[in-house]
């Protein structure tokens, strides 16, 4: 059975191989279709894209933008953006970079106030370009305040903990209509990690209106009970269904590009049916 992963990140935002280095990986998990959905940046789309022209496996721009609705973190995914998009993208999520860059650098001084030795710089010299919570908290775990990645983010780096404040987000729904406006497939990322059943039920009419084609069936962190009711909220709201392992690397230890945590299995079918969610988009070979 052929088989795809459409949600990986690269070192371009937090995950941690570079983008020509993802290709080859799926090449070797035996991959189809694989996209880059870096968090709120398309940097690393053009090495990506690339890499896909000396490969067998098929490669799909995209990017996972951050959003907000009703006060909670919603992440959109926009798969099969052309070309030509790109710098579109680079300039729709401007004032949110300028935010991020405020925020972190607030994070940095409250952590140093507070006596931990990190440092801007530390940070930035594991990213390819803006330093994020992941780079902080691998600075954080190389120097021995916190065992892992994810002790962090539960215990320094966790929202509301004081080192840590969020920057003002993007509106979910016209984050949605942007990845339309340039006929890009939009995806709602990990349905019910973030939002309630409940709140699902009033967040996708709203979303659908908006043009969202798809919801993540098939998510890394997903058990059988989680796929089936996000399926039957796709089936529910007329959606289609997407999926990917969310791998990031070594910076999310556990989670390999195409299988997750060892049971995942996203069907080459939903890279077909994304695909033609998106107008008139050709793979670059």
Known sequence: MKRCDLHTHSNFSDGTMTPTQLVKLAEKQGLSAVALTDHNTADGLWEFMEAGKHSDVITVPGCEFTTEWEKKEIHIVGLFFKREYWPEI???LEMTKIAKHNSNFQMITKLQEAGYDV???EAKALAQGDFNRSHVARVL???GYVSSVKEAFDTLLKEGNGFYVPAKRLSSLVTIRFIKTFGATAIMAHPLLNLSYDEMMRFLPLAK???LDAIETRYTEFDEEMRNAARALAELFDLKQSGGSDFHGSA???IEMGTGRGD???PY???EEMRKCADSYEEEK
């Open 252 to 254: 999310k230890p556990g």
């Open 90 to 92: 680079a300039d729709f």
């Open 209 to 211: 209106n908006e043009g």
């Open 119 to 121: 440092s801007e710089e």
């Open 264 to 266: 995942l299995e996203v």
């Open 269 to 271: 079918e939903f890279y």
């Open 141 to 143: 775990m190389a120097k």
